[in-house]
């Protein structure tokens, strides 16, 4: 008896190259529907495009979104710390914005009037940030996750996208002190702002971490789908 054809592969799903406005290229991974009519690019954190950020777009392809993740360290990841960091601080924080930029373009080209979400965590949850930042006509909600929000008042004044903010409590990088300057800066800004504080350590979730939290983790997407329903989803 013949074994079953193996089922083919979701054209939808795989290794995208994008041209940025430079000219340069950089190679992404998407899933989800092309005429979706939700759209998210998920911004890594210092391991690189690994199987994490690889789960987390077929997640959201799954809840119908069109999912992107770019990868701004050309193919370099880690699970060591220090190369990681090695790897994060050689990147040039300009080439990154391009790049986030190609991103969004990408999946706005894809879909007339799709709306985009960005999140990131860590060094993602950065970019995430100023992607929301730099570009508040394209960005209609963006999710940090333990990232830093470099930025000022005057800075976030043209910021339109309501902000989830997930940090670690017991993160050594984001103290208690500079969450409560985040929530200060979005509030003098006026914009709508959720955060939420959850007892764990920073990289909880990426199940490469040793500071990997199932529980944690849950809980936190459970909040992230509640924050895209009511703002981006309904």
Do not use: C
């Not at 392809?61 to 069109?66: D, E, I, N, V």
């Not at 090695?86 to 080209?109: C, F, H, Q, W």
């Amino acid at each position: 008896m013949r074994a079953a054809d193996p089922a083919p592969a979701d054209p939808n799903q795989g290794t995208i190259t994008l041209q940025t406005a430079m000219g340069t290229y950089l190679q992404g991974y998407a899933a989800g529907p092309q005429d979706a009519e939700l759209g998210i690019l998920i911004l890594h954190d210092r391991w690189g495009l690994n199987e994490t950020v690889r789960a987390w777009v077929e997640r959201f392809a799954a809840r119908g979104y069109r999912a992107l993740a770019i990868d701004v360290f050309d193919g370099r990841i880690s699970d060591k710390m220090w190369l990681a960091t090695e790897i994060m601080d050689a990147t040039d924080p300009e080439s990154v914005k391009v790049n986030v930029n190609a991103g969004l373009n990408y999946l706005a080209r894809e879909r007339e009037g799709r709306k985009l979400v960005t999140l990131g965590a860590g060094f993602g949850g950065w970019q995430s940030f100023q992607a929301a930042v730099a570009a508040p006509e394209k960005v209609a909600a963006t999710v940090v996750i333990y990232g830093v929000l470099e930025a000022n008042v005057d800075q976030v004044r043209n910021l339109k996208a309501p902000v989830l903010t997930i940090f670690a409590r017991d993160d050594e990088a984001i103290t208690a002190a500079m969450m409560d300057e985040y929530s200060q800066l979005l509030k003098k800004s006026l914009i709508i702002h959720r955060n939420y504080v959850f007892p764990a350590a920073h990289g909880f979730m990426d199940p490469l971490h040793p500071d990997y939290d199932a529980a944690v983790t849950e809980d936190v997407w459970s909040q992230v789908d509640d924050f895209l329903s009511g703002f981006v989803e309904g």
